[in-house]
Every structure is written in structure tokens, then in C-alpha cells.
């Protein structure tokens, strides 16, 4: 590639040493390259590792035999036009459904079963409440709503209102007629949603998960298996003011058509970045691997910018570039010193980018048994399906868990998302053995007594981990072959989350929609002329969407 071979230079995934990086979403900025191609731009996509995708990548190498999805392991919210406008079938995606799709074992011997089946859920919920059983479809019908009015803002660029004096006139025109559809359609949806709705929209958005949750049930266990959804990912609990919002962002999404379902992908997560690749190479992207980017390129005089530099010194000309790494990553190391705005760096440098998360990949030689269930097939049964909620038995216990992250002491009893992806995808695994994800919570970026860089400490917490879940399936421990962690610490190093958040951010009400990145600057611009942000700490935020690639991909230039 020459250094002058493109007009515009896609920045993708890029993973550095410690404390640098790129994005887990790295399919954002295969999305944004793919719709900028098709548009007729010249493309070029630069990834530091031999593989695409960020972090929804599979990789092999872990442990002989066995294909893990390292870090994003599951596929809902992957926007629907995105799929059908890039041919994404065609390029090799395949979805695999999970019904039912979600397990709670209990310890008293009682367990729910959740799912797409509307009588299976009203069967299993009945166990523990009649009540229950019968709120919880209006429950559901109430969420479809609010997804339905946020399907609009989350396919739109928002509507900055940022004077931008470098663009022609007509694009200038064209931006102001933009904005004013934005503001009239959703006037619309907000109109056909009721007033009464729109109460109840902002009550979600605001409240904590506790709150929504004791207001429409009174069963521990679904309570418990529903709050996950509202804390995953996040340092926050179910008491958190505005974690109603995260449970919304969860079931946003839809696989087949069905709104709130989520799937498996065939092969793995890498499934997802290769079929993206697939079509943006189709559109005449060039993509290189094995290109580390070190510096984004400044003109000192102009402000705009001018191209790259990669980590072997070569500089390669561009007059825009995309940028898919965190907003810290982006404008706190690849940009040069005094280029930006201090308002607009003190922002970016003192966003909330805690994290609590850690993955846990494991092998295993059989599938758990779960003492619950008094029938077991180990081929897989319902109980294997779906998400296994793991330490969910209240939100009690969720809250106790995150009090003790929040004083720096990874959580005594875990709360964690157990999915089992090779009962359906038999392509990740030996025949008989499985791949088990483990999304576990909470567990501090710092802790306040030793380190994640501590072997012993490593050991003790996925130890934890695995008796844990014996306390539900017996012999689980001895079932692991071979597994592999990532604390927070590690997803930053290895994959460039700043503090480990996998949303490039919290998601909080203060961080997104006109908030996200920084106030004034949710359009996917920047203050440098020529530099766009197209990751997941743009609008509409994280999750494996690709809404901020196929959205930046749409801003004038």
C-alpha cells in the first residue's frame, strides 16, 4: 500500500501494549467501511493482529480442539437493516436460536425455565408466582413498545446542533433538513406511543432496575434472572438510578424477527466480522492486517487531518480517517498533544470507563448436570439452551455482589452468565465436549489487596468461579480441561477497552445519545477536522449493533 494509495483510511481494531488499543466492537469499523465503499469511497481498513474483528473474533488457540468466542459470545442486537443491506447471510452468517433462552437453577431445587414460548413462561413462572405468570407478557408487551420508539433513534445519526462551517453549501442545507426530519419523526413515534407510555419510558430510563422490577413482580427468581440484564457489563447495581435503561438495551434486540431473542453464531463471534469483512471486501475495501497504528496525523497550521503513522514509522496519507477505538484510546493517545479543545479532552479524559467484568472461556468433557433437574441428557437439554444465571437467586444477593466491586474486592459469590454455545454450534468443540462462556461479575479494574497480574489471585477467583457453579451442577470442577480469563486489566491490554468497559464507556444517561461521546459531539465528528469516531463509545453506544459503523458511515464529509 502505497502512502498516498487512498483517499480515506478506515481505523480498525488496533491492540497495543498495555494500556493502549483498539475496540472490542471491531466490527463497527468493517460496518463503516463496508457502507462508505458502497457509497464510492476509497477504503482502507488497518488491523494491528493477523485476525478481524476486535474482540467478536474466535480463536483456536486457547486450548487444542476447542473454538472459543473470547470476548462477545452471544448475537441480538446486531441492527436488522444492517444484515439485509450487506447480504450478510450470503456471507456466511449463520444464526442459531436459543429456546428456551434462559436457566435459573436454585438451590432449594426449584428452577425457571424462560424463553419465546409464551406457555412455557407462564408455566414457569407460575411456580413461583400466578401473579407473575400474568404480568409478565404485558411486562414484555411494554418493553416491545419502548424498543419499537427506540429502533428510530437508534438508527439515525443524533441531531447535533453544531455549526459546521467546512461543509459545502448544499451539504450544509442537507444537514439542517436532517436534523429537522430527526426531530419531526420522532415527535411522531412519540405521539403514537401516549402519554401514559411516555411516562412510563422516561420512568424506565431514569429509575433503577430494582425499582421497574419490584413495581411489576414479586418473585425473587424472575426478579433476580431479569436484573441481570440491567447490570451486565456495567459497574452498577440493581439500585443504580438509570440501570433500567441497561435492561432496555438488552432486549432491543431481535434474531429472526423476534424482538428480545438472542442466538449463537455458527463458528463463533468471528463469524459475525468475517461475513461484515466478506461484503466490505465484495465493495472494493482493502483491508491490512498486521498494521499497528501508533499517531493520527495533525496538520499543526489547518487543525485537519492529514493522515497516519503506523508503529514501523511509515506514514501513510489520508484526509479522513474513522476511528473505532475507545474515545480515550482515540483522543487521549493517537492524537497528537494541544490539537484538541480542553473542554472536549477533559471530557473524554474524565468519562466513566469503569468496568466489572471478566470472561472466563472453558473446556469441558461433558456438560454440567444440574441438581435441579431431574432429567438429563447429555446431548443437552432445555436447561443447556439458553443463558444459565448463576448467583441470581435475588437482587439481593446481585447487590451484595456489586457492593463488595465497589470496595475493590471481586465479588465473594459471582454473579455469572453461564451459556453453552457448542449444544448447538458443533463446530467449536470435540464431539462429547463443550465450550462454556463465563460472563462474571463484579470484579474491579484495581483491587484493594493484591493484583490480576498475581497468578495465585488469577486461580483463586476462576476456582471460585467453578465451585461455585458446583453448588448447582456437581463435579462441574472436574469436568474443566482448560480455560482462559480475562479480568479487566487483561481486556484493556489485549484489546484495548479502556478500564475493561466492553461498552467503550458506561451507559449511563449522561453518556449517551447527545451525550456520546461529549456533549457537542455526538455526530460521530470531532473537533479535528477529517477524524470521526464510529466505535461503541459513539452513539447509540455498546453491544455487537454496528449501529455506529453504518451510522458514521453516513455523515457528510
Keep these: 500500500m502505497s502512502p498516498a494509495a487512498r483517499s480515506l483510511l478506515l481505523s480498525a481494531a488496533r491492540r497495543e501494549a498495555v494500556g493502549r488499543g483498539g475496540d472490542r466492537r471491531g466490527h463497527n469499523g468493517l460496518a463503516a467501511a463496508a457502507y462508505l465503499a458502497r457509497a464510492g469511497r476509497s477504503v482502507t481498513v488497518l488491523e494491528r493482529r493477523g485476525v478481524l474483528g476486535g474482540a467478536a473474533v474466535s480463536e483456536s488457540d486457547l486450548v487444542p480442539g476447542f473454538r472459543f468466542s473470547r470476548c462477545s459470545y452471544l448475537l441480538s442486537l446486531l441492527r436488522p437493516a444492517l444484515i439485509q443491506e450487506l447480504e450478510l447471510e450470503r456471507h456466511g452468517l449463520k444464526l442459531l436460536p436459543r429456546s428456551p433462552s434462559s436457566f435459573t437453577p436454585c438451590l432449594d431445587g426449584r ?67 436532517d436534523k429537522s426530519v430527526f426531530w419531526s419523526k420522532l415527535l411522531g413515534i412519540v405521539m403514537q406511543q401516549g402519554q401514559k407510555d411516555m411516562v412510563d419510558f422516561f420512568d424506565l430510563l431514569l429509575s433503577p432496575a430494582s425499582k421497574i422490577l419490584n413495581n411489576w413482580f414479586e418473585g425473587d427468581v424472575l426478579k433476580a434472572t431479569l436484573a441481570t440484564d440491567a447490570v451486565i457489563g456495567s459497574m452498577a447495581g440493581v439500585h443504580t438510578p438509570g440501570s433500567g435503561y441497561v435492561l432496555l ?39 491490512v492486517t498486521n498494521a499497528e497504528v501508533s499517531q493520527i496525523s495533525v496538520h499543526h497550521t489547518s487543525g485537519k487531518v492529514q493522515g497516519i503513522v503506523l508503529a514501523d514509522g511509515t506514514e501513510v496519507l489520508t484526509s479522513v480517517v474513522l476511528s473505532n477505538a475507545t474515545p480515550y484510546r482515540t483522543f487521549v493517545d493517537l492524537v497528537p498533544a494541544n490539537v484538541l479543545p480542553d473542554n472536549f479532552l477533559s471530557a473524554i479524559k474524565t468519562a466513566d470507563y469503569s468496568s466489572a467484568t471478566t470472561k472466563i472461556n472453558v473446556a469441558v468433557d461433558r456438560l454440567p448436570q444440574f441438581s435441579c433437574c431431574k432429567d438429563f441428557n447429555p446431548e443437552g437439554g432445555p436447561e443447556h439452551m439458553g443463558t444459565i444465571h448463576i448467583g441470581s437467586e435475588s437482587m439481593e444477593e446481585i447487590d451484595l455482589a456489586y457492593r463488595e466491586a465497589a470496595n475493590g474486592v471481586s465479588s465473594t459469590r459471582p454473579v455469572i452468565e453461564m451459556t453453552i454455545p457448542s449444544v448447538l454450534d458443533k463446530t467449536i468443540s470435540p464431539p462429547g465436549q463443550h465450550v462454556i462462556n463465563l460472563f462474571v461479575q463484579y470484579t474491579p479494574y484495581k483491587l484493594s489487596e493484591g493484583s490480576w497480574q498475581d497468578s495465585n489471585v488469577r486461580k483463586s477467583f476462576a476456582e471460585r468461579c467453578f465451585s461455585l457453579i458446583d453448588d448447582y451442577a456437581p ?44 456533549k457537542g459531539w455526538s455526530d460521530y465528528r470531532t473537533p479535528v477536522k477529517g477524524l470521526y469516531l464510529c466505535g461503541s463509545g459513539a452513539h447509540p453506544g455498546g453491544g455487537v449493533m454496528g449501529a455506529p459503523g453504518r451510522n458514521a458511515a453516513s455523515v457528510p464529509v
Design 249 to 287: 438495551h438488552h432486549v432491543m434486540g431481535e434474531t429472526g424477527g423476534q424482538r428480545g431473542v438472542w442466538a449463537y453464531v455458527e463458528g463463533g463471534m468471528g463469524s459475525v466480522s468475517s461475513a461484515i469483512s466478506k461484503a466490505a471486501l465484495e465493495a472494493g475495501v482493502e483491508i
Design 111 to 177: 428452577y425457571l425455565l424462560l424463553g419465546p414460548d409464551a406457555e412455557l413462561n407462564h408455566s414457569e413462572i407460575s411456580k413461583f408466582s400466578e401473579n407473575d405468570a400474568c404480568a409478565y407478557p404485558r411486562y414484555e408487551e411494554k418493553l416491545e413498545k419502548f424498543c419499537k420508539l427506540m429502533d428510530f433513534v437508534i438508527d439515525s445519526p443524533p441531531p447535533e446542533m453544531r455549526h459546521e462551517y467546512h461543509l459545502s453549501m448544499v451539504d450544509r442545507m442537507k444537514d439542517k433538513v
Design 475 to 518: 463435579g462441574f470442577s472436574s469436568s474443566v480441561v482448560g480455560y482462559d480469563m480475562l479480568t479487566p486489566p487483561d481486556l484493556e491490554r489485549e484489546f484495548g477497552l479502556t478500564g475493561g468497559n466492553i461498552f467503550h464507556g458506561a451507559m449511563g444517561l449522561d453518556s449517551l445519545f447527545l451525550m456520546r461521546p461529549a
